[in-house]
């Protein structure tokens, strides 16, 4: 006889109940949520049927907030505490937010996190997005009509670890539990090569409102590997409308704007960006509350021209990704286009001439990032279907490395690896008797610490006391899948061990990652010659070190004329230390000095060195017999 499970129709029983899960794609201009029902992604929309909700929430003096379309409608009569593009200060500190001069918001500089003023008291970007975020989770509780169990929200490729953990934070406001973040380009990989079973080398160009993305991916037999990234944190559609503003003010002839004004004008640009997409030419007119009348004419040639340097951005980051990934044009199969800015003519022209291909933009560019959180959900939350066999492989944006004598970085974790990943190194003592080692985790591609991001520092105390090389100590840096660094050190004698998950103060600067990069290969050679010499002072602080603890235990071995031909020797050391640090002089030159005086020293201790041996096997051997050796 069968046992049958009865349920509500539409309604699944456990232990076959389907886990609600979400994908959010947390936009500049817009976000929305999907999830996947009866085997398919779809967007859920809100009680008017609009699946869009503007990423804009507008504080009240009663400490409310409206959010979405209700909040866009004040935009320009409210623009103080109508906040609009939020996501382009998350992580971010008041030197670091571009055309912040033009902004209408009363920033206060917080510690490492830029905060705004509102009538609703100062508000962080956290917050703000936090309730962009709630909206977007009541709206999937009351499409789906249970709670969730989980998120996977997206974020930029190029967001580094303070703008990822500001996203994190927000979700967790927002009551959000974050399955994974996902990097957009690659959500929207998921979202094309899942539906259609593409195969081959992938360019996923991702324009949004405030970032621009692109990342090379290698899509095989269900697996998607990234093999690299790139773009810009602080270029999107809003620059796009920047810099028709401008144009506009200056066509018009305005004197400097009011708050209000500036408001009106900007919405008025970014409303003549997209007719421009549909139109040859369109019309701006405005009536300023300084009683100007604004009448101007815009062309699609024109508004192509004055934004030619923001396309032109594009692909260069294009360049760099595809020299990352060691790709070529011919190489790639296809491009994918992302984020609603990419529908503008010009921007599809540039990238189809770039890759000689016509672009896929079969999937809606606003939608298909939020389907492939979707998918990716779905999965996390354990609803894997019959033929769900794949695997994401995402990577690191820029490397991680850690601090070693003479403050150099020795890279732990090279930029482009697939994540998750751990990776360990071991280190050892400088100093006899040293009992704690400090570690400094560094982020970049520099050679010296001085041209990196510090992200964090920890000490692990008690090594026992050793000769300096003898303690074995092992360092471990494991990044997560949501790109987040933890660090681990343990003495592997003792046990002893210490550890720090890295919560990065917010407030790496918008152009800081792609700075880092085009710094460590113009600079290449001369970092190489840097740390040639660096390594050559440590050795030299190491014979110096070595040499005087020999000379303070054993110096009644050497004859007066013996110590004084010693003392030299060491004081040309630290000559020779003292000048390899005069930056008139090249770097290769002062290794080559430092290096021959480090030798002269070697060379002369040697009879010392055989003394000394000589000395302790004959103190092993005191008192014992022929047989007992």
Same mark, same amino acid.
Not at 56 to 64: D, Q, T
Not at 552 to 569: H, N, R, T, Y
């Given at each position: 006889?069968?046992?049958?499970?009865?349920?509500?129709?539409?309604?699944?029983?456990?232990?076959?109940?389907?886990?609600?899960?979400?994908?959010?794609?947390?936009?500049?201009?817009?976000?929305?949520?999907?999830?996947?029902?009866?085997?398919?992604?779809?967007?859920?929309?809100?009680?008017?049927?609009?699946?869009?909700?503007?990423?804009?929430?507008?504080?009240?003096?009663?400490?409310?907030?409206?959010?979405?379309?209700?909040?866009?409608?004040?935009?320009?009569? !409210?623009?103080?505490?109508?906040?609009?593009?939020?996501?382009?200060?998350?992580?971010?500190?008041?030197?670091?937010?571009?055309?912040?001069?033009?902004?209408?918001?009363?920033?206060?500089?917080?510690?490492?996190?830029?905060?705004?003023?509102?009538?609703?008291?100062?508000?962080?970007?956290?917050?703000?997005?936090?309730?962009?975020?709630? &909206?977007?989770? =009541?709206?999937?509780?009351?499409?789906?009509?249970?709670?969730?169990?989980?998120?996977?929200? &997206?974020?930029?490729?190029?967001?580094?670890?303070?703008?990822?953990?500001?996203?994190?934070?927000?979700?967790?406001?927002?009551?959000?539990?974050?399955?994974?973040?996902?990097?957009?380009?690659?959500?929207?990989?998921?979202?094309?090569?899942?539906?259609?079973?593409?195969?081959?080398?992938?360019?996923?160009?991702?324009?949004?409102?405030?970032?621009?993305?692109?990342?090379?991916?290698?899509?095989?037999?269900?697996?998607?590997?990234?093999?690299?990234?790139?773009?810009?944190?602080?270029?999107?559609?809003?620059?796009?409308?920047?810099?028709?503003?401008?144009?506009?003010?200056?066509?018009?002839?305005?004197?400097?704007?009011?708050?209000?004004?500036?408001?009106?004008?900007?919405?008025?640009?970014?409303?003549?960006?997209?007719?421009?997409?549909?139109?040859?030419?369109?019309?701006?007119?405005?009536?300023?509350?300084?009683?100007?009348?604004?009448?101007?004419?815009?062309?699609?040639?024109?508004?192509?021209?004055?934004?030619?340097?923001?396309?032109?951005?594009?692909?260069?980051?294009?360049?760099?990704?595809?020299?990352?990934?060691?790709?070529?044009?011919?190489?790639?199969?296809?491009?994918?286009?992302?984020?609603?800015? &990419?529908?503008?003519?010009?921007?599809?022209?540039?990238?189809?001439?770039?890759?000689?291909?016509?672009?896929?933009?079969?999937?809606?560019?606003?939608?298909?990032?939020?389907?492939?959180?979707?998918? =990716?959900?779905?999965?996390?939350?354990?609803?894997?279907?019959?033929?769900?066999?794949?695997?994401?492989? !995402?990577?690191?944006?820029?490397?991680?490395?850690?601090?070693?004598?003479?403050?150099?970085?020795?890279?732990?974790?090279?930029?482009?690896?697939?994540?998750?990943?751990?990776?360990?190194?071991?280190?050892? &003592?400088?100093?006899?008797?040293?009992?704690?080692?400090?570690?400094?985790?560094?982020?970049?591609?520099?050679?010296?610490?001085?041209?990196?991001?510090?992200?964090?520092?920890?000490?692990? /105390?008690?090594?026992?006391?050793?000769?300096?090389?003898?303690?074995?100590?092992?360092?471990?840096? =494991?990044?997560?899948?949501?790109?987040?660094?933890?660090?681990?050190?343990?003495?592997?004698?003792?046990?002893?061990?210490?550890?720090?998950?890295?919560?990065?103060?917010?407030?790496?600067?918008?152009?800081?990652?792609? /700075?880092?990069?085009?710094?460590?290969?113009?600079?290449?050679?001369?970092?190489?010659?840097?740390?040639?010499?660096?390594?050559?002072?440590?050795?030299?602080? /190491?014979?110096?070190?070595?040499?005087?603890?020999?000379?303070?235990?054993?110096?009644?071995?050497?004859? =007066?004329?013996?110590?004084?031909?010693?003392?030299?020797?060491?004081?040309?050391?630290?000559?020779?230390?003292?000048?390899?640090? !005069?930056?008139?002089?090249?770097?290769?030159?002062?290794?080559?000095?430092?290096?021959?005086?480090?030798?002269?020293?070697?060379?002369?201790?040697?009879?010392?060195?055989?003394?000394?041996?000589?000395?302790?096997?004959?103190?092993?051997?005191?008192?014992?017999?022929?047989?007992?050796?």
């Amino acid at each position: 006889m069968a046992l049958l499970q009865i349920a509500e129709p539409g309604m699944s029983t456990a232990p076959h109940q389907h886990r609600l899960a979400v994908g959010i794609d947390l936009g500049t201009t817009n976000s929305l949520v999907a999830t996947v029902r009866s085997g398919s992604p779809e967007v859920l929309s809100d009680e008017e049927g609009r699946s869009l909700l503007p990423s804009i929430v507008r504080y009240l003096p009663n400490g409310h907030a409206n959010i979405g379309h209700k909040a866009r409608v004040h935009q320009t009569t !409210d623009p103080k505490n109508t906040i609009v593009s939020v996501k382009r200060f998350m992580g971010r500190g008041l030197k670091d937010i571009a055309h912040a001069e033009n902004l209408p918001y009363d920033f206060v500089e917080g510690e490492g996190m830029v905060q705004l003023n509102t009538v609703a008291g100062v508000k962080s970007p956290v917050e703000v997005s936090a309730q962009i975020l709630a &909206t977007l989770r =009541q709206r999937a509780e009351d499409s789906l009509g249970d709670d969730l169990v989980g998120a996977v929200i &997206t974020v930029p490729a190029y967001f580094d670890d303070a703008q990822r953990q500001a996203t994190k934070d927000a979700a967790q406001l927002a009551g959000l539990n974050v399955l994974r973040l996902l990097s957009e380009p690659t959500a929207a990989a998921i979202a094309y090569g899942l539906d259609h079973g593409k195969e081959g080398v992938y360019a996923v160009y991702d324009l949004g409102g405030g970032t621009f993305d692109i990342s090379i991916l290698k899509l095989s037999k269900g697996v998607f590997e990234v093999l690299s990234t790139g773009g810009d944190s602080a270029l999107g559609g809003d620059d796009f409308d920047h810099r028709l503003f401008c144009w506009i003010t200056e066509q018009a002839k305005l004197a400097p704007l009011s708050e209000h004004d500036t408001a009106t004008l900007m919405v008025k640009a970014r409303q003549a960006k997209e007719l421009l997409s549909t139109n040859e030419e369109t019309t701006v007119e405005a009536i300023l509350k300084s009683g100007e009348i604004v009448q101007v004419t815009v062309t699609a040639a024109v508004f192509s021209e004055i934004t030619r340097h923001l396309v032109g951005k594009t692909m260069n980051a294009i360049r760099k990704a595809m020299r990352d990934a060691s790709v070529t044009v011919e190489d790639v199969d296809g491009v994918v286009m992302v984020g609603g800015a &990419t529908r503008m003519p010009h921007v599809r022209r540039a990238v189809s001439e770039f890759f000689q291909t016509i672009p896929h933009a079969n999937i809606d560019p606003d939608r298909v990032v939020a389907l492939g959180a979707a998918i =990716q959900a779905n999965l996390l939350a354990g609803n894997r279907a019959e033929g769900d066999d794949w695997l994401l492989l !995402d990577v690191t944006p820029l490397s991680l490395g850690i601090e070693t004598m003479g403050g150099l970085v020795e890279k732990i974790i090279p930029r482009n690896s697939t994540i998750p990943v751990a990776r360990a190194q071991e280190f050892t &003592t400088f100093k006899d008797g040293q009992t704690a080692l400090a570690v400094h985790v560094v982020q970049g591609e520099r050679e010296l610490v001085s041209d990196c991001r510090s992200l964090a520092r920890f000490e692990l /105390r008690g090594i026992p006391p050793m000769a300096a090389g003898a303690a074995r100590i092992r360092v471990t840096y =494991q990044v997560d899948a949501d790109g987040l660094l933890s660090v681990a050190a343990r003495e592997m004698r003792s046990g002893v061990e210490a550890s720090i998950t890295v919560k990065p103060s917010y407030g790496l600067g918008d152009d800081d990652v792609a /700075r880092m990069l085009q710094e460590s290969y113009s600079s290449a050679s001369s970092d190489m010659q840097m740390r040639a010499l660096r390594e050559e002072q440590v050795e030299a602080e /190491r014979i110096l070190l070595a040499t005087q603890s020999a000379l303070d235990a054993d110096v009644e071995l050497l004859s =007066q004329e013996e110590q004084a031909a010693i003392g030299q020797q060491l004081q040309a050391v630290r000559d020779a230390v003292t000048a390899s640090n !005069d930056a008139s002089t090249a770097p290769g030159q002062r290794q080559d000095a430092l290096h021959a005086a480090v030798q002269a020293l070697a060379k002369g201790t040697e009879e010392f060195a055989a003394r000394r041996m000589d000395k302790s096997v004959r103190k092993a051997l005191a008192g014992k017999s022929l047989d007992e050796v």
